[in-house]
């Protein structure tokens, strides 16, 4: 069973950290384009970063830059997102994805599209908040 797990979501204060986990079982992450998005309430859902299978190509979307790092462990085939510096506008359901059509990430106007990534997690609820 091909499938996207992430973890580490919860709630915090403004100004602290999370570090969001992606796991996969019947494929390896290690070999694609693994990207995080987020959906906030009553917005669309949008890319907000992502790590190709050759590094050091990553994309962060502007509002994140310099506040959260994509990695990945290769070793234990996993990708995270550590977030720090968090605000209540960082408040969202974040997903994990894999692009099966790239192995480095899509750059310009392109990294903002979704069908390319064809193996969905179940989300992770990110709360920032005092």
């Known amino acids: 069973q091909v499938q996207v797990v992430e973890s580490g979501g919860g709630l915090v204060q403004p100004g602290g950290s999370l570090r969001l986990s992606c796991t996969s079982s019947g494929f390896r992450l290690n070999d694609y384009a693994i990207g995080w998005f987020r959906q906030a309430p009553g917005k669309e859902r949008e890319i907000v970063s992502c790590?190709?299978?050759?590094?050091?190509?990553?994309y962060y979307t502007d509002s994140v830059k310099g506040r959260f790092t994509i990695s990945r462990d290769k070793f234990l085939n996993t990708v995270s997102l550590q977030m720090n510096s968090l605000k209540p506008d960082d408040t969202a359901v974040y997903y994990c994805?894999?692009?099966?059509?790239?192995?480095?990430?899509?750059?310009?106007?392109?990294?903002?599209?979704?069908?390319?990534?064809?193996?969905w997690g179940q989300g992770t609820q990110v709360t920032v908040s005092s």
């Open positions: 994805a894999a692009n099966l059509m790239r192995s480095r990430c899509p750059t310009g106007w392109e990294s903002q599209l979704q069908h390319e990534y064809s193996y």
């Open positions: 790590i190709s299978s050759t590094l050091p190509d990553t």
